[in-house]
């Protein structure tokens, strides 16, 4: 059973910060490229950042560059996001995945004063 469970969601004020955290099970981690996406009310998923499976390429959306940082622990089997000075427009569920994986519960964001 391939398994992926989202955590570290909240309420953050603008500019604040939050750290993701992503649990994987169910297949061999350190094989796997990761991704976070986020779907907002109203609006299409879309891809926020992706990692290799060793870690050493990273990519990320244009509206979060240089805010966000995907990493990941495959001892662990754990992949993070980190999220700085975050925007009301960042407000939306986080959902990570790989490409075995279906979609999971996601974890609330929410920017807001």
């Known amino acids: 059973q391939v398994k992926l469970v989202e955590s570290g969601g909240g309420l953050v004020q603008p500019g604040g910060s939050l750290r993701l955290s992503c649990a994987a099970s169910?297949?061999?981690?350190?094989?796997?490229?990761m991704s976070w996406y986020r779907r907002a009310p109203g609006k299409e998923r879309e891809l926020v950042a992706t990692?290799?499976?060793?870690?050493?390429?990273?990519n990320y959306a244009d509206s979060v560059k240089g805010r966000f940082t995907i990493s990941r622990d495959n001892a662990k089997n754990t992949v993070y996001l980190q999220m700085n000075s975050l925007k009301p427009e960042d407000t939306a569920v986080y959902y990570c995945?790989?490409?075995?994986?279906?979609w999971g519960q996601g974890t609330q964001v929410t920017v807001s004063s």
């Open positions: 990692i290799t499976s060793t870690g050493g390429s990273t």
């Open positions: 169910g297949f061999t981690f350190s094989l796997y490229d």
């Open positions: 995945k790989m490409r075995i994986s279906g």
